[in-house]
């Protein structure tokens, strides 16, 4: 299982644009690179996900350069309701996934 | 999407006792679940997988007789804490691979929340 790399904590004012980049080296060609959202006591909540190039959804975009050893998750104008820690997770997302440390992301006024 | 549900959401219980959690997958079926475990400030730990109609694959380090797993339908996984002790206190997380396409992405359930005393 790829294992990935993300800063522990990042701090943005709301209506700031963030952008959380993850490692992982070792990707394999048949992995995808997966985002999810936990709140405090709640279990994760899929953001997005994608192979390579650029994915975009109604709550943010993903960004894969074309060696696929890292991605940037990018939250458009973020609110105090976003704060939250982010995962990165690489694999094929029906086998078991290896979370990482996450990032911790704290947005204030 | 596809919705995991979980029960209890919390419980409490004394030390020597046993605890259920249960996990659905509503509207769809999972030949295979997962089993997290996360402590206060840190990520969620893999336990197990959950295979319907087979035994369940331990993460190693996991104690099988500690934490058992049964897979009885295609829509319920349960995990039983036997003779739970006060560090087996713990967010239990499951998760799904939702139905589809086969890079479908896994779908979490909301938590239990088990407390020892």
């Known amino acids: 299982l790829a294992k990935t790399t993300q800063p522990i904590s990042m701090d943005s004012y709301e209506g700031q644009e963030v952008n959380i980049t993850c490692s992982h080296n070792?990707?394999?060609?048949?992995?995808?690179i997966t985002w999810y959202q936990q709140f405090p006591s709640q279990g994760p909540r899929f953001i997005i996900q994608g192979y390579k190039t650029k994915v975009t959804n109604e709550v943010a975009s993903l960004f894969i350069p074309a060696d696929r050893k890292s991605s940037t998750l990018s939250l458009p104008r973020v609110s105090l309701s976003d704060t939250a820690v982010y995962y990165c997770l690489v694999g094929l997302t029906a086998s078991k996934l290896t979370f990482g440390t996450g990032t911790r992301l704290q947005v204030t006024l | 999407g596809a919705v995991v549900s979980q029960h209890p959401s919390w419980v409490i219980c004394k030390s020597g006792t046993s605890v259920k959690i249960e996990c659905r997958s509503l509207d769809f079926q999972a030949t295979t679940m997962f089993w997290y475990r996360q402590f206060p400030k840190q990520s969620l730990m893999l336990m197990a997988t959950s295979n319907e109609g087979s035994k369940a694959t331990y993460e190693q380090g996991v104690e099988k007789d500690k934490f058992l797993i049964n897979h009885a339908s295609l829509t319920l996984s349960t995990l039983t804490v036997t003779s739970a002790h006060p560090e087996d206190s713990s967010f239990y997380i499951c998760?799904?691979?939702?139905?589809?396409?086969?890079?479908?992405?896994?779908?979490f359930g909301p938590g239990t929340r088990l407390l020892v005393l």
């Open positions: 070792n990707i394999a060609t048949n992995d995808y």
């Open positions: 998760s799904a691979p939702g139905p589809g396409a086969v890079q479908e992405t896994q779908y």
